[in-house]
């Protein structure tokens, strides 16, 4: 079996991300060749070719996508080991939530306030972050616990604990036809020749085709649906960053959405815990859900 160490891993991805040895070895810090020398020797080592060379500059190799994909994967989790053994060592430290900007607001100051109500409890404090970063977040050791949203975030390495389910509703410029309408469907705002619906990032950082504008964050969103530029489907809760200029109308066949709170699989943290039966008893406390 091959070891690596996190210096040589560090130094691949650089190079994997600058596609040039010159600028991978100025943001290491380092000269250019021992940086050209640790990377032919993990070659070596490894017995592939991770790096195709020439004139113009360099380029993964199906193996070098491989190995940055887990390289990065690996600093991650030595980056977040470091960050909790920190912050473990810390008895009065708060313990971090994060959450994407406006989602769930409501179920989010509930639960803060009984948490809060818990004798003993440890207190909470709130990352906000925008759409998708949960789960770096909560990898990297930055947050303890998070927010987030069955279907569409990404819960893998994470427990859960299910809090709501609730339907989603299309926002849209107060002045559209559609936004009189009393509910509508996924038909009805999927081709909507001057209002073409944002586009999310996946998973991976990509976007989706189609011709509506790419958004990442709420506040870019928001103002683009107030100029009339585009419309969104969210979860109903979400609603609590609502423009005036916005209307809500719901999307009746839109799959419905689970809001779950996440951890790391494998936490031992008594104050997460903690938290997760907060959560637990907030959820079996409330009415059934019509959404």
Same mark, same amino acid.
């Given at each position: ?32 060749? #021992? ?157 909507? #020749? ?18 509506? #504008? ?33 209307? !809500? ?5 839109? #799959? ?24 637990? !008893? ?10």
């Amino acid at each position: 079996m091959v070891d690596l160490e996190t210096r040589e891993l560090r130094y691949f991805v650089a190079v994997a991300e600058e596609l040039h040895f010159g600028r991978a070895a100025d943001r290491l810090g380092i000269a250019q060749p #021992p940086l050209s020398r640790a990377i032919r020797l993990l070659e070596r080592r490894l017995g592939v070719q991770l790096l195709d060379r020439d004139r113009r500059g360099v380029a993964l190799t199906e193996a070098g996508r491989v190995l940055h994909r887990e390289a990065a994967a690996a600093l991650d989790a030595v980056a977040a080991a470091a960050r909790r053994t920190r912050r473990a060592a810390d008895p009065k430290r708060p313990l971090v939530l994060v959450t994407k900007a406006g989602a769930s607001h409501e179920l989010l100051r509930r639960l803060l306030d009984t948490q809060a109500e818990e004798p003993g409890a440890v207190p909470v404090e709130v990352l906000l972050c925008e759409v998708g970063e949960q789960a770096r977040l909560l990898r990297d050791g930055h947050a303890d616990v998070a927010l987030m949203h069955r279907p569409y975030d990404d819960l893998a390495g994470c427990d859960t604990e299910d809090l709501h389910v609730e339907g989603q509703v299309a926002i849209l410029p107060a002045g559209h036809p559609l936004a009189s309408r009393e509910q509508l469907t996924l038909a009805d705002v999927s081709d909507v #020749p001057d209002l073409p619906i944002a586009r999310w990032p996946r998973l991976d950082g990509t976007y989706p085709d189609g011709p509506g #504008p790419e958004v990442r964050t709420q506040s870019k969103l928001a103002q683009l649906v107030a100029l009339g530029r585009t419309l969104l489907v969210i979860p109903a809760s979400s609603r609590a960053w609502q423009w005036p200029e916005h209307v !809500a109308v719901p999307v009746v066949d839109a #799959p419905s959405v689970t809001t779950v709170l996440a951890w790391p699989s494998g936490s031992n943290s008594l104050a997460v815990a903690a938290l997760v039966r907060s959560a637990a !008893a907030l959820r079996d406390a409330a009415p059934p859900s019509h959404a």
